[in-house]
Nanobody, 123 residues
């Protein structure tokens, strides 16, 4: 059973950085493409970026392309999201997810995700 546990969220000022972690269980990250999406209050889910089993990164959101970086640990058990130059509009609950296949497909075609971690950016 695929499971994720996200951590690392919190409150940060504009311009600050956070590193989110996502511990995966039930599979390893070289089996499925995995990535991150977020959901802000009153808004829909926004796919951000995804890493395939080969390590190819797909950015779905131009708003994070130059600020967010995705990576994994060597054991392929933990997914990370490094977020720099944070803005108030980045405030949301962040989820890690799997796209259920070896490659990154559509922006919102994830099929399993964790409970999320809250990120709040103050102005």
């Amino acid at each position: 059973q695929v499971q994720f546990v996200e951590s690392g969220g919190g409150l940060v000022h504009t311009g600050g950085s956070l590193r989110l972690s996502c511990a995966a269980s039930g599979f390893t990250l070289d089996y499925y493409a995995t990535g991150w999406f977020r959901q802000a209050p009153g808004k829909g889910r926004e796919g951000l970026l995804c890493i395939s089993t080969r390590g190819d990164v797909t950015y779905y959101s131009d708003s994070v392309k130059d600020r967010f970086t995705i990576s994994t640990n060597n054991r392929k058990t933990t997914l990370y999201l490094q977020m720099n130059s944070l803005k108030p509009e980045d405030t949301a609950v962040y989820y890690c997810a799997t796209w259920g296949r070896y490659y990154c497909s559509g922006q919102t075609e994830f099929d399993s995700w964790g409970q999320g971690t809250q990120v709040t950016v103050s102005s």
